[in-house]
């Protein structure tokens, strides 16, 4: 445990003296989906036809670790952070549309955000690409025999915002784009439906530092 605790002593140590100003800590916060998205899924499935569309996108959170390297008014902040999301999905039968229902779905991903910006006293401009590695998920739409989840391991896009920081605390308000297709992952029969339209998160978080 000594040897552990000296060895990051040293790192940091090391990472001061390169970048002038290294910090690290832990960070937590709250995001939802921003999906512009008023459109339904037409899905055939076997005898059955339905559409699926957005009820509701609910409040996510976030935890994780947090680095935060200074060279003058130049900062890179890479981050670690496993969060979690949820959507609702309407479901109405064509043939019959007074039959609804409503089913839920919750993401876990690990998110590896690398940002860059520039920093004027506690303002931070910051911007830079993520990858989000799919962890896991639960669905009420397993309810239907022939639904399949069919995630891609990687997917990217990218972060952007403000950032203030007041000595060990930093605050971050940021928006995030995707480059895949909302409900990529959705399947039945074989089959792989999505929306047309492109996932956007809005994120808030605030982290606390040493260094």
């Given at each position: 445990?000594?040897?552990?605790?000296?060895?990051?002593?040293?790192?940091?140590?090391?990472?001061?003296?390169?970048?002038?100003?290294?910090?690290?800590?832990?960070?937590?916060?709250?995001?939802?989906?921003?999906?512009?998205?008023?459109?339904?899924?037409?899905?055939?499935?076997?005898?059955?036809?339905?559409?699926?569309?957005?009820?509701?996108?609910?409040?996510?959170?976030?935890?994780?670790?947090?680095?935060?390297?200074?060279?003058?008014?130049?900062?890179?902040?890479?981050?670690?952070?496993?969060?979690?999301?949820?959507?609702?999905?309407?479901?109405?039968?064509?043939?019959?549309?007074?039959?609804?229902?409503?089913?839920?779905?919750?993401?876990?991903?690990?998110?590896?955000?690398?940002?860059?910006?520039?920093?004027?006293?506690?303002?931070?401009?910051?911007?830079?690409?993520?990858?989000?590695?799919?962890?896991?998920?639960?669905?009420?739409?397993?309810?239907?025999?022939?639904?399949?989840?069919?995630?891609?391991?990687?997917?990217?896009?990218?972060?952007?915002?403000?950032?203030?920081?007041?000595?060990?605390?930093?605050?971050?308000?940021?928006?995030?784009?995707?480059?895949?297709?909302?409900?990529?992952?959705?399947?039945?029969?074989?089959?792989?439906?999505?929306?047309?339209?492109?996932?956007?998160?809005?994120?808030?978080?605030?982290a606390i530092t040493i260094g």
């Amino acid at each position: 445990m000594m040897r552990l605790s000296l060895l990051l002593l040293i790192l940091m140590s090391s990472l001061e003296l390169a970048f002038g100003q290294f910090r690290v800590g832990f960070k937590g916060g709250l995001s939802t989906y921003d999906l512009g998205v008023n459109e339904f899924i037409d899905i055939v499935d076997g005898t059955q036809s339905f559409q699926l569309g957005i009820s509701d996108a609910k409040f996510g959170y976030h935890l994780g670790v947090v680095l935060q390297m200074q060279i003058g008014s130049f900062v890179m902040q890479p981050e670690a952070v496993w969060n979690s999301n949820s959507v609702e999905y309407s479901y109405t039968e064509i043939t019959n549309p007074s039959v609804t229902q409503v089913f839920d779905e919750k993401y876990q991903y690990l998110d590896i955000p690398f940002l860059f910006g520039i920093k004027a006293g506690p303002l931070r401009l910051m911007a830079g690409p993520v990858g989000h590695y799919f962890i896991d998920s639960t669905s009420d739409l397993f309810d239907f025999e022939s639904y399949d989840q069919k995630f891609k391991s990687m997917t990217y896009g990218y972060q952007g915002g403000i950032g203030l920081d007041f000595f060990n605390i930093l605050l971050d308000f940021r928006y995030e784009g995707n480059f895949t297709k909302f409900g990529e992952h959705i399947t039945f029969s074989g089959t792989q439906y999505n929306f047309s339209s492109t996932p956007a998160r809005l994120l808030a978080s605030v982290a606390i530092t040493i260094g």
